[in-house]
């Protein structure tokens, strides 16, 4: 799928399929085409090249009963200001054409569960961005859709906000819905999904699974850091000298290695020690999700 | 074409509740009743000759601003205002087709402008038949279908402020557009293509070109059509160059074209 806006080139021949029941993120930067890409697919707008399958459905066309099966969040949330939370759901469990029982009970259940019942009756001009969040979410659901799509979910939210809202997004996913997330907050990614696209300025750089990506870049190597009182060439040279490690380099106080076996941090150290060096602190780290896309990334 | 009516329903009663309960619906309404209910009971103390149906329709004369003001209030942001606040990404993730979408929202506005008029209509009606005595079922059936007419005038406003609404990138020159178009404009068309053809020495009868450009605007096709309940008009006997039947037929194609251009336009833009 390709979209144009004149002469920016928003998403550039991207290719990408979503199994059901996977857990998949759309990650990139701010600009990267992640909204174009998620607003193609709802049909909201249309592409230049290409065209979007739900279910076997082309979302270009209306799709009435494809968007009975899915729910979305949107990162902006038009909502009503002059209707109430209650309002917004019973309107939108009408669209689903729920008979008045069926309705309220969707909506007590999805009020209970985004913790908004206390305040089911106040005007939305009147909630707080994390309560308009979890509104999102609660309307997102209300069918309970199979396949459920947000786009950035915590956009905008405090700490505490996107802590709610992302136990929300994990409690789904553990029901075995399918998810399609976009996001550029990695950790974000990394907590909730199983498999990843990653997309810069409209195109697809890669796409594979969470565990995968950092069983990759792991294989590279694993960094061990040793923070010094002091450091001096002859520390620096001793830990050059070990076999196995694969590069050496120090910013301040802290040497980093790059090694192939997790067990030779502790000859680094020891290493260190006897070049006369005071170890105040050793770490190891595998890469996250941060590194591999700054690593994909690279030269973008 | 896919039209699920209960969608068409569930939108256009979300929009009814929703405008009901707006300043400018209340400001419009109130100024509405004011006027056309001020009108027909000064009109009524005064007794004018030709009572009832004179009375009636010299009330609905003056309140003719209201007939075209009160539907382009109401509906001018209608889409501009959805589109950019967004909430269409909530609206059409959900089971509702654009068509529906349009459709909803142009059967809620004018249920909106039917519940402020025919109400208020009906008591001006009404005190009128009271003071000036019974006026048969004829006359108050012609006040019933000139009133019918004068709300398919404003269905045709409402649909032309949602082609604006359409194709506007703010709500500002959405009501400009509509203002400018629908009240002046489509008004104005009649007055300068009659004055081109004096000017030109044509001095027999209206001209084809001229009621062409007259049966263009829904407001005057309302006042042409006023003729089924009174040919005298605060003393002004021209209602127009076009019979009532013309008016109608040309008030359901204004309402036909705009209707379904609104549709064609909104089905291909992007959100």
């Avoid at chain 1, 174009?36 to 049909?43: A, F, K, P, Q």
């Avoid at chain 2, 002046?184 to 001209?207: C, D, E």
Wanted: hydrophobic share 45%.
């Amino acid at each position: 799928m390709t979209k144009r806006y004149g002469r920016l080139l928003a998403v550039n021949d991207l290719s990408l399929t979503v199994e059901e029941g996977e857990v998949f993120a759309l990650l990139g930067p701010n600009g990267a085409g992640k909204t174009t890409t998620m607003s193609v697919l709802m049909g909201f707008i249309f592409p230049t090249v290409g065209s979007i399958r739900i279910f076997g459905q082309d979302m270009t066309d209306e799709g009435r009963e494809t968007r009975r099966r899915i729910g979305f969040m949107p990162e902006e949330l038009g909502l009503y200001d002059s209707l109430t939370g209650y309002e917004h759901l019973e309107f939108y469990g009408r669209l689903f054409g729920m008979e008045k029982r069926e309705r309220e009970e969707k909506i007590h259940d999805m009020l209970q569960l985004v913790g908004l019942t206390d305040r089911k009756d106040s005007l939305v001009r009147e909630y707080s961005h994390g309560m308009r969040q979890r509104l999102g979410v609660a309307q997102a659901l209300i069918n309970e859709p199979d396949l459920l799509i947000l786009d950035e979910p915590t956009s905008g939210l405090d700490p505490r906000a996107s802590h709610e809202v992302r136990e929300i997004i994990k409690s789904l996913a553990a029901r075995h819905i399918t998810l399609i997330l976009s996001s550029h907050l990695l950790h974000e990614v990394e907590q909730v999904c199983d498999t990843v696209a990653i997309i810069n300025k409209g195109k697809l750089i890669r796409k594979d699974t969470i565990k995968d990506l950092v069983r990759e870049t792991r294989d590279k190597g694993i960094r061990v850091s040793v923070t010094c009182l002091t450091l001096n060439r002859n520390i620096i040279d001793a830990v050059r000298g070990i076999s196995g490690v694969e590069h050496v380099e120090t910013r301040d106080n802290i040497l980093t290695a790059i090694v192939r076996n997790e067990e030779l941090a502790a000859d680094i150290n020891t290493a260190v020690v006897k070049a006369g060096g005071r170890v105040v602190r050793v770490e190891e780290s595998t890469p996250d999700l941060e590194e591999i896309f700054l690593q994909l990334t690279e030269g973008d | 074409m896919d039209l699920s009516l209960s969608a068409v329903a569930t939108m256009a009663r979300k929009e009814f509740y929703t405008y009901l309960k707006t300043k400018r619906l209340i400001i419009m309404g109130g100024l509405y009743m004011a006027g056309f209910l001020g009108a027909t009971i000064i009109m009524c103390y005064y007794k004018t000759p030709d009572v009832f149906r004179e009375v009636i329709a010299n009330a609905h004369s003056l309140s003719n601003i209201f007939y075209i003001l009160l539907p382009i209030a109401l509906s001018y942001d209608l889409i501009v205002r959805e589109k950019s606040r967004k909430s269409f990404l909530l609206l059409l993730s959900k089971p509702i087709t654009r068509t529906e979408v349009v459709v909803g929202k142009f059967v809620g506005i004018f249920s909106v402008i039917c519940a402020v008029t025919v109400p208020i209509a009906t008591i001006g009606h009404l005190i009128a038949a009271v003071t000036l005595g019974n006026p048969g079922v004829a006359d108050l059936g012609r006040a019933y279908a000139f009133l019918g007419i004068i709300l398919l005038g404003a269905a045709c406003y409402v649909s032309l402020s949602l082609l604006f609404s359409t194709t506007s990138s703010t709500s500002g020159t959405a009501l400009i557009s509509s203002l400018i178009v629908g009240w002046f404009g489509l008004n104005m068309l009649y007055p300068v293509v009659n004055l081109a053809y004096a000017l030109a020495g044509h001095s027999n009868g209206t001209p084809i070109a001229a009621k062409a450009v007259y049966l263009l605007s829904p407001s005057n096709n309302v006042n042409a059509a006023m003729e089924i309940l009174s040919k005298e008009i605060m003393g002004f006997s021209t209602l127009g160059p076009v019979s009532p039947a013309q008016s109608i037929v040309a008030l359901v194609i204004f309402l036909g074209a705009t209707l379904t251009s609104v549709l064609w336009l909104f089905r291909k833009k992007d959100l």
